[in-house]
């Protein structure tokens, strides 16, 4: 049973939003409600010191170390991403596990159960930016940034902000059922289940390459996506049979032209959908895909949400 939670904050920084998070959903009392009061401990290795959380305000943790040891779950908001973890507090997340307890990390927290070795052979999460940091800093974890939150065994991590709220009500669902998390989720205003992945919310690049004739190749498919583009039709834009076209534009893009363009075309209509009000058929027509079904398949399969879910979760904040 998920009664005792404790967030442990450490580090000279504390991230507000991400603390605010897991205090908003175990933290504040909504018995009144019918939901079960959590003894939620907000905890440090120096009790009493304060703590900044930003913009000279300041958080002062009333319990140690020690109280994390007998907590169902312990939280770690995002921080630092650096391997400067102090070491009690990397004994400490091993000893809750050790114990039968659970770890919950939001957003960079993941770096500090990666530091205690909780992580390796897990699949985990973190947000998008520094997916690629915690694969290198720690190869035997298995990172991946196009969910929201993982559950592995006794550590569930979460991408960016906001996702530790999909993955602190996904905990209490599972501990108290839907009911209790629909509950809560209801007094906060948000989803209590939010579909799709990060892949929605990663940014997207414009393409570089650093071969000239290369380069204008992919300048020229931006600017005619709408059309019918075939490979052989390519290679003889480039001069080259198209077995040694695939193979130098995987060399110099990094993947096939098939994948290129596909996500180019996803990537048009993304820009299309948070930018006009054209239908899904305009635009998958504008963008080479053809046909609405074809676009939804593409385009679901890259981003992990349906075009019309896209655009309602985007249009607005991209016209504001």
Not at 20 to 39: A, M
Not at 145 to 169: H, Q, R, W, Y
Not at 204 to 210: E, F, G, H
């Amino acid at each position: 049973m998920l009664s005792t939670v404790a967030v442990l904050l450490h580090g000279k920084r504390v991230s507000l939003f991400e603390f605010g998070v897991v205090n908003e959903v175990f933290g504040l009392d909504r018995t009144e409600d019918g939901v079960p009061s959590f003894d939620f401990r907000i905890c440090s290795p120096e009790p009493g010191v304060p703590l900044s959380i930003g913009n000279g305000a300041q958080v002062v943790p009333p319990y140690g170390l020690d109280a994390c040891l007998n907590a169902d779950l312990v939280a770690i908001p995002g921080g630092s991403t650096d391997d400067d973890f102090a070491p009690e507090v990397l004994d400490t997340l091993r000893q809750v596990v050790a114990n039968g307890g659970r770890i919950l990390t939001v957003c960079s927290g993941a770096f500090a159960a990666a530091a205690a070795g909780l992580l390796d052979g897990r699949r985990c999460t973190t947000h998008w930016r520094y997916g690629r940091k915690l694969q290198e800093d720690y190869p035997k974890a298995e990172v991946d940034i196009d969910v929201l939150f993982v559950d592995d065994g006794p550590i569930t991590t979460s991408a960016g902000t906001a996702a530790g709220i999909d993955a602190s009500l996904h905990l209490v669902r599972e501990a108290w059922g839907p009911d209790v998390a629909n509950k809560i989720a209801r007094r906060m205003v948000v989803s209590p289940h939010r579909d799709g992945g990060q892949r929605q919310y990663v940014e997207a690049p414009v393409p570089a390459c650093d071969s000239d004739g290369f380069g204008a190749m992919l300048a020229w498919l931006i600017e005619n996506l709408d059309q019918d583009i075939a490979v052989d039709d390519l290679a003889k834009r480039m001069h080259m049979s198209p077995r040694t076209f695939a193979r130098r534009f995987a060399d110099e893009v990094g993947v096939s032209p098939h994948r290129w363009l596909t996500e180019q075309r996803v990537l048009h209509a993304r820009r299309l959908l948070e930018s006009t009000q054209l239908s899904v058929e305009d635009i998958a027509g504008r963008v080479g895909f053809g046909s609405a079904t074809l676009l939804r398949h593409h385009f679901q399969g890259a981003v992990g949400v349906s075009p019309s879910s896209y655009r309602r979760r985007f249009a607005a904040v991209a016209s504001a």
